[in-house]
């Protein structure tokens, strides 16, 4: 597996510094609140995880399972709920947690559900932007590393359902996705 990765942006210890660091921030902004952390699954679940441990203050968690990708390295442009909330967000201050924003597509959709569903506040925070190729105007109110366009892996990031649990972000080599 590692074989597979051609260099290593992003080591483990600085996505610990930084998820802690973003945590202290979100406790502060949202110590006097009950905000809605919903993660974007499968790439955000080992972020979001240590991200609201990272957090002291009471949150709600949720999941949703969205998808403008689906087996494929380029966004399709059409955004599919594979899993819906399990929680209202009428009223409520949201928090969408990301792996990565690459298209912007799946965010732009979910910030448009969110306040058509009337959320109080809909706020985006994101491990990684990759501000390069975006498709849509979306913007993270907090980004932990931009990274450049490369085909990123690990921590959450597949290709192919592989590599998520790589615990840093690398760079995968081109041979392994141009092959398929």
């Known amino acids: ?3 597979d990765i051609e260099k290593i942006l992003i080591q483990e210890v600085e996505i610990k510094e930084k998820t802690e660091e973003i945590g202290k921030q979100m406790t502060q902004e949202y110590k006097d609140s009950f ?4 993660g974007v699954l ?4 080992p972020f979001m995880a240590d991200l609201t441990r990272a957090i002291d203050a009471h949150l709600e968690i949720d999941f949703m399972d969205v998808s403008s990708y689906g087996n494929k390295m380029v966004s399709s442009g059409e955004v599919k709920i594979v899993k819906d909330l399990d929680s209202s967000v009428k009223g409520r201050d949201i928090i969408i947690v990301e792996d990565i924003i690459d298209s912007g597509l799946t965010l732009n959709y979910l910030v448009s559900l969110f ?3 009337q959320a109080n506040s809909v706020k985006i925070v ?5 501000p390069e190729g ?5 913007v993270p109110d ?12 690990g921590y959450g990031l597949d290709y192919a359902e592989r590599y998520r649990n ?8 081109p041979e392994i996705y141009r092959g398929s």
């Open 134 to 138: 975006r498709k849509a105007d979306v």
């Open 35 to 38: 905000p809605l952390v919903i």
């Open 1 to 3: 597996m590692k074989e």
């Open 115 to 117: 306040h058509h569903r």
């Open 166 to 173: 790589l615990p840093y972000i690398g760079i995968l080599k």
């Open 126 to 130: 994101t491990l990684l932007d990759k």
């Open 142 to 153: 907090i980004a932990g590393f931009t990274v450049p366009d490369e085909f990123v892996v």
């Open 42 to 45: 499968k790439g955000a679940m």
